[in-house]
């Protein structure tokens, strides 16, 4: 079973076999701010999140295999005309989509209680309180299951095999279950969303933020205010970070053809008489698998400073100034002090 928010689809019941599944999403990307595409064979399943510019993840699953990511994305655009999905689509709120898009990747956190020595209602407390990021699995017997969907310790809904896994937002619900796992027994397992992959895909769940400039200023974006270091900077985290926001926004554009790596090495060509710690034939500075391998001498606030000129023309040139204006704000909000040290340094 592959999850997703089925609440009321915006369209159902559309056969791809008569699809252009490229034009289907352009045309969404345009009518909502953030959604998913599901696809449902006999055999098999698929989803595809997306917001108003990229893709941003997909799973697909059939009897035999389970696939994710890019892989699971190429896959379900390049086959549904020959594989005959029925397709539905659901609209979700920006500040819920990478929540769900992130959904199937959740990591095991408890497995396998019992209700014999767990009480769900307790478990459910102690998760809110822990503010976890993921879900409750409630398997009463082999075809009676539930699931409590936890987002940032709120509980976002519920959903049973009973009701054919539609989403169901109400506190009954939950009292329902409950009481029947303290009558009938039940396993509980507890996922959560790694916090890597909330920051990776870069939509802010949290309380409201000041919108980011339309490109990174590092002389504007923060107050002039100075910032009380309690820890070490993580200058190279923070780029790092950033590197994979670009990189996840260029590969999830089916508009950009050319690879991030490639648009990359020819920015730093075009700036190697200004900072020639980025020329790609030195290898001083790399970036490969969302890791940065940086092995030169320069400082860390000027090859900050060089790095961002550079990430500034490539989001000029890619059309990303709108998108990036939406989705930087857990990046600031992480790297505060970061950013406030190196524009001292400027």
Not at 181 to 188: D, M, N, P, Y
Not at 268 to 285: G, N, Q, S, T
Not at 320 to 339: A, N, S, T, V
Request: charged content about 25%; hydrophobic content about 40%.
């Amino acid at each position: 079973m592959i999850v997703i928010p089925k609440e009321t689809p915006l369209i159902t019941n559309l056969n791809s076999y008569y699809l252009n599944i490229d034009k289907l999403f352009e045309h969404y990307q345009g009518v909502v701010d953030s959604g998913c595409i599901y696809f449902k064979s006999p055999s098999s399943e698929g989803v595809v999140f997306f917001d108003e510019e990229n893709l941003i993840n997909g799973t697909f699953r059939n009897k035999t295999s389970l696939i994710k990511g890019k892989e699971a994305i190429d896959l379900l655009m390049g086959e549904s005309g020959s594989n005959n999905f029925s397709v539905s689509i659901y609209e979700i709120i920006p500040e819920r989509i990478t929540y769900w898009a992130n959904l199937a990747d959740a990591e095991d956190l408890h497995k396998d209680l019992s209700t014999e020595f767990t009480d769900l209602d307790s478990l459910i407390k102690k998760m809110v309180s822990e503010k976890l990021t993921g879900y409750i699995d409630v398997t009463f017997n082999k075809a009676e299951k539930a699931v409590l969907f936890l987002l940032n310790g709120e509980i976002i809904g519920t959903t049973t095999s009973e009701d054919k896994w539609q989403l169901n937002r109400t506190e009954a619900l939950q009292q329902l279950l409950i009481d029947k796992s303290r009558t009938k027994g039940a396993i509980l397992n507890v996922k959560k969303i790694p916090l890597k992959l909330i920051i990776e895909n870069y939509t802010h769940t949290g309380p409201e933020h000041v919108n980011p400039s339309d490109v990174i200023n590092i002389e504007t974006i923060l107050p002039a205010q100075p910032v009380e270091v309690e820890k070490p900077l993580n200058i190279m985290g923070m780029l790092q970070h950033l590197m994979l926001i670009y990189e996840k926004f260029i590969v999830g554009n089916r508009k950009i053809r050319e690879d991030f790596d490639t648009i990359l090495k020819r920015k730093f060509m075009e700036k190697v008489d200004r900072f020639d710690f980025l020329d790609p034939f030195a290898a001083e500075f790399m970036y490969s698998n969302g890791k940065i391998t940086y092995t030169g001498n320069t400082d860390k606030a000027k090859l900050a400073s060089g790095l961002v000129e550079c990430l500034n023309e490539i989001a000029g040139e890619n059309g990303m100034q709108k998108w990036l204006k939406k989705h930087l704000g857990p990046w600031e909000e992480k790297y505060l002090r970061e950013i406030e040290f190196i524009k001292n340094k400027a």
